[in-house]
Structure formats: structure tokens, C-alpha cells
């Protein structure tokens, strides 16, 4: 049973770039969420998707973006790359069933992105 | 604004001993409580989770103790293993409608077992 898969596992981007990060869900599951985790902190939700609809947002900006397919996987995508972007990006699958979402959240092992 | 917080960056523990994690937070409409255990360049995984309707929950060498008057909850191990070494993270979520799905995580404690 294949757990959460990311791709790719590293990127180093410069300043002004565009970067998309790839994510496959847990089999059976139909949630992803993705977060940021900065060095030395715990990680930060980014947004949500269910129903290949953003359902759920944190407090990032309008150059985060995402896609959900139907298939459930994921892109997290980011414009006009800033230094304070580089951090391990973390997807996270869950599943939704009778409007309950699980809270248990199983996690990729994530993307470190770079940016120079 | 930091609403989960783990006040104590590092924890060394003997083998065989207890290792004791503490986790404050300070939204009320929080309701269910979940551990991450995370090692080095892997995601973190799922450890054990308590809803606010109860106030401890075991799960082998893992318990969890909740204390919602005191906002705060802490996780046990016992006895600790040269393998449980790694960075725990408390989460935390509330099941309101902006914040349905979304977990809420504290910085981290880096625990090291020592023979």
C-alpha cells in the first residue's frame, strides 16, 4: 500500500521564479493539504483541497496555489519566488467521509525547496 | 500568532526511562489533540491522538494525557527505546467551519534516548 508520495525531493530555484511541487495522496484517500515547515519550526498549513476544491486556506499569500485532479493527487504552486520561501514543503492526505474529515493526517517526506 | 506551543526544545532520556512531552495551546475551540513523531528527511507520522472528550489515551509504550482546564497536554513513553529519538510535534485542531481539517503544530521537541 503505497503511503504519500512527493516529487521531487529537492529543487533549488533563484528569486522571481515559479516553482510547482507534485503530490500523490495515500490510497483511499480524497483530502490533501499542504504545509510549510521552516528550519526549526513545525510546519504551517498552507491550504486544503477536497473535491478538487480549495476548502480550507492559511495565512499565505496569493502566490500559493494549488490544483487538485481527479485522481486526488496535488500541485502546490508558487510564484515570484522570495528568499523566505525555502523550507521543506510538506503534503499531508486524509479522508472525508459522512463530512467528517479523520484528522489523522499522513504525511509525504516532503519537498525541500531553495531558493537563491 | 502561535496558538500551539511546546516550550521545551530538547529532552535527553535514558533507556528504559520515561520520556514526558509537554504541549500548551491556547485556542478554546481546539477538540482533538494529535502527536507526530518526525525523523530526519522524512515526513511526520502519526503517533497517537486524544479528542477533547476524554482526558488520556494509551496506546502501547504511548499515553496522552489532556487537561483542558490548563490548555494543556502531554505525551508519555514508557519505557523509552534508543529508536523513539526524534523531533515530536503536538497538533491540534478544532472542528468549526474555518478550521475544519486544519492543523495547527508547535515547534517541536527533539528527544534523544541515550544507552
Known amino acids: 500500500d503505497a503511503g504519500v508520495t512527493q516529487s521531487p525531493t529537492h529543487l533549488i530555484k533563484t528569486r522571481g521564479q515559479q516553482v510547482t511541487l507534485r503530490c500523490s495522496p495515500k490510497s483511499g484517500h480524497d483530502t490533501v493539504s499542504w504545509y510549510q515547515q521552516a528550519l526549526g519550526q513545525g510546519p504551517q498549513f498552507i491550504f486544503q483541497y477536497y473535491e478538487e476544491e480549495e476548502r480550507q486556506r492559511g495565512n499565505f499569500p496569493d502566490r500559493f496555489s494549488g490544483h487538485q485532479f481527479p485522481n486526488y493527487s496535488s500541485e502546490l504552486n508558487v510564484n515570484a519566488l522570495l528568499l523566505g520561501d525555502s523550507a521543506l514543503y510538506l503534503c499531508?492526505?486524509?479522508?472525508?467521509?459522512?463530512?467528517?474529515?479523520?484528522?489523522?493526517?499522513?504525511f509525504g517526506p516532503g519537498t525541500r525547496l531553495t531558493v537563491l | 500568532d502561535q496558538q500551539v506551543k511546546q516550550n521545551s526544545p530538547s529532552l535527553s532520556v535514558q533507556e528504559g526511562r520515561i520520556s514526558i512531552l509537554n504541549c500548551d495551546y491556547t485556542n478554546s475551540m481546539f477538540d482533538y489533540f494529535l502527536w507526530y513523531k518526525k525523523y530526519p528527511a522524512e515526513g511526520p507520522t502519526f503517533l497517537i491522538s486524544i479528542s477533547s472528550i476524554k482526558d488520556k489515551n494509551e496506546d502501547g509504550r504511548f499515553t496522552v494525557f489532556l487537561n483542558k482546564s490548563a490548555k494543556h497536554l502531554s505525551l508519555h513513553i514508557v519505557p523509552s527505546q534508543p529508536g523513539d529519538s526524534a523531533v515530536y510535534f503536538c497538533a491540534a485542531s478544532a472542528e468549526t467551519t474555518d478550521s475544519w481539517g486544519k492543523l495547527q503544530f508547535g515547534a517541536g521537541t527533539q528527544v534523544v534516548v541515550t544507552p
Open positions: 499531508a492526505s486524509s479522508l472525508v467521509t459522512s463530512g467528517q474529515v479523520y484528522n489523522e493526517q499522513f
